[in-house]
């Protein structure tokens, strides 16, 4: 039984002695440094001053007058003696069996007051870590403000030993000794008039028998800065490393057509075949016999591994006929980069076997983190820049990435794979109707139905063709065939397809960004690269939805690197209004640690010229939107709204997807989860879950689902949401939960977040699409083979021939489908 008179605020002098049978559940407690109480009446008391129990109930004043007196000797430094009168044992008038009980009793309550106090700590934590990141990023703050008041502000450079110096050699001149007759022999061999970015300086480096580095755009002309020199001179052959079947067997097919003797030797080459080219190497030319020029082979087994061809090499090194190594796609060295393949760490070999032979390291990707590992790997020397190159040391080369006719653009993809095909192949006619173009899809079979579907729904007016890893040599060859022959006009692949494939008038690229190469902006700019080459304005175009790309992060979520670049490529799919070509340039100034203008501007390892990298390009989506169909507004309280009804399910146990928690938040289910209806009709709990959003959060969220599930990946973005992920024994789901970053909006109270509290969240947001100015388009609407005459179909035509094709609703059933990406490299 609770003693009334031990409450707090409670008079001292108005607490009664218990009764024999009460229990007393209250100590006395005081301070030394507070006063007890200060009237002679105890009923002003505030609830700050200590409790004081006169037990005896005897009306002693004078032991009252006591502790009061002692409060102020305590208060005069007379501490000692208030403290005997702390230790003084307080007097409880009761019977010992009323002790046992009162004991117990005081357990327990101490016990259910540990309980309490931990559940307060338990609440306090995540506000301490919130509280303890929001320091470290202050901190960080702070000292790189330090930092900025103390150096003035310099652009990074990449270690590139730079001249001027005497004996610098300026490769780009054309003052060497071939130099009259390089451009003739481009000319007759390859019909190309002039060079164009740093292939006249590569080219003079490999013809002076240089260790190459060479950074270029994709499509850029990397492969004339090899092929060149390789047939130039009397004799010798070039044997370059390629990763991709498709690559190889593209560039031996271009050479022999143009008349260079090559020979390809992969895993698919047959023993007789491989003889024959043996020998060819070994020998040379002579007897009427051509000899080979270029040699191209996979690794690593037909380089390091493979004792025949070592040997090979070594004969022909040693009839001085071994001119050059080519490293084609070098970046796949480095474990660092986006698209590491093992097997490119044993071509360490080949310097250590052939130091006199000079290696040619291109690609179009290459930062500065994977730069000095690409250089351990091939036992290269330090760089040393193309301009003012020192006469010893890798010369390095690098042009400008960005490639002015590629425009860019984001398109929303619907939730159904069936409204996915109509927007595809709308735009397809609408923009290049007959023209040569690309779909990346996510898998084999992803290839076929897509390539069925869009053949379907335009009636053959897109002739669209498969290739993946699956499809047999002589399939691959005649889709390639076609192709160049107009016989198919859009190629439905996976990126089994693409690095190689040298079709100068592709006019689009389309990627899902449900896609392995989509999870990074370098793997994305790499795979656009096949569009454009002949120079001609191009479209790439990626297909976004939020909640797909977030399936994405359950195939990184075990890669360091993974998360992080798969953000990036979010960040760049999410954004509306930053120019396309300044995200890449950000991005890849950023990642490679280069000045901004390597992106756009020829004197790229000039920071002092970075600023022209930053204008913008004007014909990307973000450019050319016109500015009243993107609505930007605050949306803190449907952010916290969200935030809180994540934890809600949290707290009961169950997990969201980026969708579920979309219509959950909107009032309709989301996943295992219902909706109460609002007050007094409250629906029953038909799944895991309930949660009543009336009560919780005082309403839906009123964004449409496609506003909901980008606002979602913006609070991912911002860390308010982090992924979670779960495995299945065919697929890693992710699904979204309150993050590091969500107490600073989920603590506060809606009405705190109406009066403007807390970090305010703003997003833009896409509204009907009017009419936009169409810059670097390829044919205009109506304008295509077809396009002008097209029967447009009905949605619910499109709707039925994508039902008869089975092609389901990408949306939830698409992890089961499509989880695992399929090795189709
Ligand atoms: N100087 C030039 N002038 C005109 N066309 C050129 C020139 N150099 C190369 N080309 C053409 O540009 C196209 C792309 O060249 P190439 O295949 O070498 O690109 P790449 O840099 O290897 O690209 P990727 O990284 O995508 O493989 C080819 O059709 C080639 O013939």
Redesign the pocket.
């Known amino acids: 039984m609770k003693a009334e008179s031990s409450k707090l605020g409670q008079s001292s002098k108005s607490a009664k002695r218990p009764a024999e049978d009460e229990v007393i559940d209250f100590f006395a407690i005081s301070s030394p440094l507070k006063r007890p109480h200060t009237s002679g009446s105890s009923s002003r008391r505030t609830i700050e001053e200590p409790i004081v129990i006169d037990d005896d109930d005897d009306g002693d004043e004078e032991e009252d007058y006591d502790e009061e007196a002692a409060y102020y000797e305590a208060q005069y430094g007379m501490i000692k003696k208030m403290e005997m009168r702390e230790s003084r044992p307080i007097k409880v008038v009761a019977g010992e069996t009323d002790q046992l009980e009162e004991r117990d009793v005081v357990q327990g309550k101490l016990a259910k007051l540990d309980s309490e106090m931990n559940d307060v700590r338990a609440e306090i934590e995540p506000l301490q870590t919130l509280l303890h990141t929001l320091q470290s990023e202050r901190d960080q703050l702070e000292s790189r403000l330090a930092v900025l008041h103390r150096q003035p502000v310099v652009a990074k450079k990449p270690q590139i030993q730079t001249g001027p110096s005497r004996s610098a050699i300026d490769y780009q001149t054309n003052s060497f000794p071939w130099s009259d007759a390089v451009i003739p022999r481009?000319k007759f061999i390859?019909d190309?008039?002039?060079?164009?970015l740093c292939?006249a300086g590569v080219i003079n480096a490999a013809m002076d028998g240089r260790d190459i580095v060479c950074v270029?755009?994709?499509?850029?002309?990397?492969?004339?800065t090899y092929q060149l020199p390789a047939v130039m001179g009397e004799k010798g052959m070039t044997v370059v490393v390629s990763p991709l079947l498709a690559?190889i067997w593209d560039q031996v097919r271009a050479l022999k057509e143009i008349g260079v003797e090559a020979a390809m030797l992969t895993g698919s080459t047959s023993k007789d075949e491989q003889n024959r080219i043996f020998q060819k190497m070994e020998r040379g030319g002579g007897s009427g016999e051509k000899e080979l020029r270029v040699s191209c082979a996979l690794p690593p087994e037909k380089v390091s591994k493979s004792k025949r061809l070592m040997s090979v090499l070594e004969k022909a090194n040693s009839g001085k006929r071994l001119r050059r190594f080519v490293i084609?796609?070098a970046h796949c060295c480095s474990q660092l980069g986006h698209d590491f393949r093992p097997d490119y760490k044993q071509l360490s070999a080949l310097k250590a076997h052939f130091p006199n032979v000079p290696i040619q390291a291109?690609?179009?990707t290459l930062s500065s983190k994977t730069l000095p590992d690409l250089l351990k790997i091939l036992r290269l020397g330090p760089l040393t820049d193309g301009r003012s190159a020192k006469p010893t040391g890798t010369v390095y080369f690098t042009a400008p990435l960005y490639r002015p006719n590629l425009h860019y653009r984001v398109m929303q993809k619907p939730s159904s794979a069936k409204a996915t095909i109509e927007v595809m192949g709308e735009w397809i006619l609408n923009h290049h109707a007959a023209e040569s173009g690309i779909i990346y899809c996510l898998s084999k079979k992803d290839t076929e139905t897509v390539a069925d579907a869009l053949r379907e729904w335009s009636n053959s007016d897109i002739k669209t063709g498969v290739y993946h890893a699956g499809i047999s040599e002589e399939e691959k060859e005649q889709i390639h065939l076609d192709w160049r022959a107009g016989k198919i006009d859009c190629i439905c692949a996976t990126t089994a397809f693409g690095?190689?494939i040298?079709k100068?008038n592709v006019r689009y690229v389309i990627r899902k960004l449900t896609s392995q190469m989509a999870k990074s902006l370098d793997g994305y700019y790499?795979e656009t690269?096949?569009a454009g080459?002949?120079?001609q304005d191009s479209d790439c175009v990626l297909f976004y939805r939020g909640q797909d790309a977030t399936k994405l992060a359950g195939h990184v979520c075990n890669d360091p690197d993974g998360t992080g670049k798969l953000r990036e490529m979010l960040r760049f799919a999410q954004d509306l209004q930053t120019c396309r070509k300044v995200a890449f340039a950000k991005y890849f100034s950023a990642s490679a640690n280069l000045s901004a203008n390597a992106w756009d501007n020829a004197a790229a390892l000039d920071s002092s010229t970075s600023a022209g990298s930053l204008t913008t390009c004007g014909s990307c989506d973000n450019c050319t939107r016109d500015e009243a169909n993107v609505e930007t507004r605050d949306v803190t309280l449907e952010a916290w709204k969200l935030l809180r009804v994540s934890g809600e399910v949290l707290n009961q146990g169950g997990r969201l997807t980026v969708s579920a928690l979309a219509k959950l938040a909107r009032g309709g289910g989301g996943g295992s989860f219902s909706v109460a209806e609002g007050k007094g009709k409250k629906k029953k709990a038909t799944g895991e879950g309930n949660v009543d959003l009336e009560e919780l959060v005082g309403g839906k969220v009123t964004l449409n689902e496609d506003d909901t599930e980008r606002l979602i990946i913006e609070l991912l973005l911002s860390d308010h949401f982090m992924e979670t992920y779960s495995s299945t024994a065919y697929t890693t789901n992710t699904y979204v939960a309150p993050g590091p970053n969500a107490l600073r909006l989920s603590r506060l109270t809606a009405e705190r977040i109406e009066e403007g509290m807390g970090t305010r969240i703003q997003r833009s947001f896409l509204r009907v699409e009017k009419k936009a100015r169409k810059v670097g388009e390829g044919k205009k609407k109506g304008e295509g083979k077809k396009g002008g005459e097209k029967k447009k179909r009905s949605r619910k035509e499109v709707v039925n021939i994508a039902a008869d094709e089975g092609i389901e609703d990408v949306d939830e059933e698409e992890d089961e489908q499509y989880g695992e990406f399929e090795d189709d490299q």
């Open positions: 481009a390859f190309i008039p002039a060079f164009r292939q270029m755009p994709t499509g850029g002309g990397k492969s004339l690559l084609d796609e291109v690609t179009a690095l190689g040298d100068g790499q690269g096949r080459r002949d120079g």
